[in-house]
């Protein structure tokens, strides 16, 4: 599913109740977690706090989130070897990463970027996304 | 005598099984010590789920305390009395287990569990699998010996009186004992102090917090209601110095909701909100 079927009202739709969780399992107040709030650049969550935000996430809109779903859309059509090398991702990979985060600012895509990096990419916006996608996908 | 498997160890026996999803169990607290405490209550549902989740993948890895939704303390426990747990695996893989469950006396709920997650390390680090598996065998056949289990004492923190508010914040210093029996149970190769005494230190520094508040003019004092968003964020090893901090963060007539959080080095280490109820 590309992002020309999620259109900025589902977005929008979803952003309140995504915040609310993202605040609540980070401790912070909701007014700082905005659309373009990267997780762990300007909200400080760590791997516990993305497991926690799954997880709310999945009880909250009623869906089910398979572990890596985000890095594993992103992927699309490429195979794990085509998209990183050795932790390392492939300009084919940025390349599906940047077009799949569309909501990621292009200077925030390092090269090279460290697979291990990608989390740092994902901004509020990645997660309702997300949702919004699964939601279709029933 | 090795207190592997006596000093932090919360599981009799497992009385019926389907790894990976549901778990019933036993536990008879021993006659011998002063309490047992709800953490102590809620540690080994925990650690029911936990053989469940870790039999389901052989042993190769095991969970360790992340998260907990909500923590319902219903009644207390005494010595002597026998522990029926039962735990149900909404999610339960080599990245994490996700639980909840309920403890009952004598078919009287004690305390519920819910929406709990316990990421999982790699078992080589802190335990020998092969003696695990031996153990959960142990423990699914005739059972483990009882009574062995001799009390943990509570651990006392420190007031710093001037970045603390009476009725409002109380500010304290926690150091970890250098040594204790359970950190050869809690984890063989890997000493870590409990999350579950971590969260016993707090629920008493709430507790501390609490008395200094009225609730609602009447005479019935604050009690532990419900324990909601407890996570553990890091280990915490031997000899570790930690600031903690109780504040309040909502309050009626006949309900207070006090904010807890620890910090290690300065960095968020666990935080969680426990809710007091008085007049009932």
Redesign the interface.
Known sequence: MSDQDISKEEIEAVFPKAAEIIADALGCDEDEVQLTSSLIDDLDAESIDFLDIVFRLEREFKVKIPRGKIVEDARGDLSEAEFEQGGIVTDAGRANLKSFLSEVPEDRFSNPMKSADIAKLFTTETFCKMVVRLQKEG | MSEHFRAFSFVDRITSAQPGASVTGVYTIPTGIDRFSNSLVAESLGQLAAWSAMAKIDFRFRPVA??A?GVDFLSSVEPGQQLELAAQLEQSDE??V?YGGTVTVGGQEILRLE?C?G?MVSMEDYDDPLAMRKRYDLICGEGAEPGVFEGIPDFPFTRIEDESVPGQSIAAAFTVPESALFFADHFPRNPVFPGTLLMDTKLRLAETLAMEIPPGGKDADWKVARIT?V???DFTPPGEMLALRAKVDEKTETALTIRM?TRKGGQ?NS?AKIGFRSGE
Do not use: F, M, Q, V
């Open positions: 992340g998260i939704g990245e994490a996700r929406d997650l990421p968003d996570k553990i964020r959080e968020r935080s």
